[in-house]
């Protein structure tokens, strides 16, 4: 229902842009979240963008590093990633956010299949 893309090898220090993409429906429409899991650890939240405002938000690990946008024209919402740390190496998804941002997605919600970003020099 989603497809996220946009992950790589990065050295640390560097910056990557995450795309997430629904082809099916409108993501405007939906609060979109952005996650990641790193081996061995649960999955986090890690930003999201509300449809009612625009409104954004971020977990303080990647504060002032992570920007979320909207690019309305093009049905997706980006990750840009900037100051990468080797800590930031996890599998990224986004997922639609029925229940709104900061909220837990529900089991109905939509998921990315995730794309893999390794920080590491």
């Known amino acids: 229902q989603l497809q996220a893309s946009g992950g790589g090898l990065v050295q640390p220090g560097g910056s990557l842009r995450l795309s997430c993409a629904a082809s099916?429906?409108?993501?405007?429409?939906?609060?979109i979240g952005w996650f990641r899991q790193a081996p061995g650890k649960e999955r986090e939240a890690v930003s999201c963008?509300?449809?009612?405002?625009?409104?954004?938000s971020y977990s303080d690990s990647v504060k002032g590093r992570f920007t979320i946008s909207r690019d309305n024209a093009k049905n997706t919402v980006n990750l840009r990633m900037n100051s990468l740390k080797p800590e930031d190496t996890a599998v990224y998804y986004c997922?639609?956010?029925?229940?709104?941002?900061?909220?837990?997605?529900?089991?109905?919600?939509?998921w990315g299949q995730g794309t893999l970003v390794t920080v590491s020099s």
């Open positions: 963008i509300s449809s009612r405002d625009g409104s954004t």
């Open positions: 997922a639609t956010e029925s229940l709104g941002c900061n909220i837990p997605p529900a089991p109905y919600d939509f």
């Open positions: 099916r429906f409108t993501l405007n429409n939906y609060d």
